[in-house]
């Protein structure tokens, strides 16, 4: 099992061998450092900690600077926790390794996990898909949701309720997807597809089994 953070840099399309034209999603990953390895006996789980994103000194806490610079890392950014990940290594990952593009290989499946667009306040039909009302002489209820009520009893609105509120903005994983080709001088990932994320946003790539 393999895993490793990236910045994901837009969508492109590339042409196959045989001329087919294959749309995919650029990601730049890595180099990733091994700043924490969690073990069952003193932690009460196993996870192996990565740091990726570059940033100035100073621009994180002292702590957080103290415990990169423990593993040897210059400033790092983003910190992400892999459980029961060996990060594609025939060792075990130890404190102050780097994880790279390597570990992975093109046409093996992978999953991503991202933060996905932000669309702001959304109604009812927009983010539920749910239909408008008539839109005759009068009508008053063109997008309203209509009665979300529960009648006497219990009287109350029942949480989970499909209603107007923000849409997007959320942790999501997507499975099943396939690496297409790696760039390891230049640290990337082309992944068949789309994935969650905006532009220049940080995503998780693992090996799906």
């Known amino acids: 099992m393999a895993a490793i953070l990236g910045k994901k840099l837009g969508m492109t399309q590339v042409f196959q061998e045989d001329g087919t034209l294959l749309p995919v999603t650029?990601?730049?990953?890595?180099?990733?450092?091994?700043?924490?390895?969690?073990?069952?006996?003193?932690?009460?789980?196993?996870?192996?900690?990565?740091?990726?994103?570059?940033?100035?000194?100073?621009?994180?806490?002292?702590?957080?600077?103290?415990?990169?610079?423990?593993?040897?890392?210059?400033p790092l950014r983003h910190l992400v926790e892999f459980r029961n990940e060996d990060l594609g290594a025939e060792d075990s990952p130890k404190i102050g390794d780097d994880v790279t593009v390597e570990g992975f290989e093109a046409g093996q499946k992978v999953k991503v996990a991202g933060i996905t667009i932000g669309k702001g306040f959304q109604g009812g039909i927009k983010k539920h898909n749910f239909s408008r009302g008539p839109v005759s002489h009068g009508s008053h209820n063109v997008r309203a949701p209509g009665s979300i009520g529960a009648s006497a009893f219990p009287a109350r609105v029942f949480k989970g309720m499909r209603m107007p509120g923000q849409m997007g903005n959320k942790r999501r994983t997507q499975r099943g997807l396939e690496i297409a080709s790696i760039d390891a001088d230049r640290n990337l990932l082309l992944i068949k597809g789309s994935v969650p994320g905006a532009t220049n946003s940080i995503v998780e790539v693992r090996t799906d089994a």
């Open 26 to 74: 650029v990601i730049e990953a890595g180099p990733c450092k091994v700043t924490a390895v969690r073990e069952t006996e003193r932690d009460g789980y196993q996870a192996v900690q990565l740091a990726f994103g570059t940033v100035k000194q100073g621009k994180l806490s002292r702590p957080e600077e103290g415990h990169l610079k423990k593993a040897g890392a210059p």
